[in-house]
């Protein structure tokens, strides 16, 4: 089965600072896809990575894939309150799959 | 609204009920997803349509479980003789596109409905 491995499990950091957190899978993969969660709430979609060696930036937020496709890392620069939350890599195996796998998912919390 | 909505976003069930959920997708999205989220862990897939053809429920853990879009919009997922491992965020996503080579599985999702069986 699919499997999407991703550390750590939880983060606390200090506001201000800067962190990273890594998906990695046993397989190549089509499509990465990072997600962010809140308690109570649905997943907000952040960003998608297709290509080997691809990178995306989006405000304080970076995401890679590297070049083999099988390990993507999100880093959040001078975090803030705002970043905290669950951070969920999810993926499809091949094109034109249908349904998302996902790893367990990332706890930040971000102490002021 | 813009987005992906399910209602209701909560319902307690004592063992034995049936319950619905129901999703309402972006407009105009072909293909709808329902998803189960345990505690502490990542959505797992249950059941797939694209407009009203359901062409994947491998992930629908028990014939229990049932969902329908016959109209290609609203979905509902059905829980009959609910158990307390059925308890769980049950999550639905939308996707614009139908699928297929080259498209993209950007999937929208709505904010659960978190299901608890006692």
């Known amino acids: 089965s699919q499997e999407l491995e991703q550390s750590p499990q939880s983060l606390i950091v200090q506001e201000g600072k800067n962190l990273t957190i890594n998906c990695t899978s046993s397989k190549t993969l089509y499509g990465l896809y990072w997600y962010k969660q809140k308690y109570g709430e649905g997943l907000i979609f952040l960003m998608m990575?297709?290509?080997?060696?691809e990178e995306k930036s989006h405000e304080k937020i970076t995401a890679k894939l590297d070049e083999k496709k099988q390990q993507s890392s999100l880093h959040i620069t001078a975090s803030q309150p705002s970043h905290a939350g669950i951070y969920l890599c999810?993926?499809?195996?091949?094109?034109?799959?249908?349904?998302?796998?996902f790893g367990t998912g990332t706890r930040l919390t971000v102490i002021p | 609204g813009a987005g992906v909505s399910q209602s209701p976003r909560y319902k307690v069930a004592k063992r034995g009920q049936d319950v619905a959920l129901r999703c309402d997708p972006i407009s105009g999205h072909v293909s709808l997803f329902w998803y189960q989220q345990a505690l502490g862990q990542g959505p797992e897939f249950l059941t797939y349509f694209q407009n009203e053809a359901q062409l994947d429920k491998s992930g629908l853990p028990s014939d229990r479980f049932f969902a329908e879009r016959p109209e290609g919009s609203v979905s509902t997922l059905k829980i009959q003789r609910t158990q307390q491992e059925d308890s769980a965020v049950y999550l639905c996503?939308?996707?614009?596109?139908?699928?297929?080579?080259?498209?993209?599985?950007?999937?929208?999702f709505g904010p659960g409905t978190r299901l608890t069986v006692l």
């Open positions: 990575l297709q290509k080997g060696g």
């Open positions: 996503a939308s996707r614009r596109s139908g699928g297929g080579s080259s498209s993209y599985n950007e999937q929208f």
């Open positions: 999810g993926a499809d195996e091949w094109t034109g799959a249908n349904n998302l796998f």
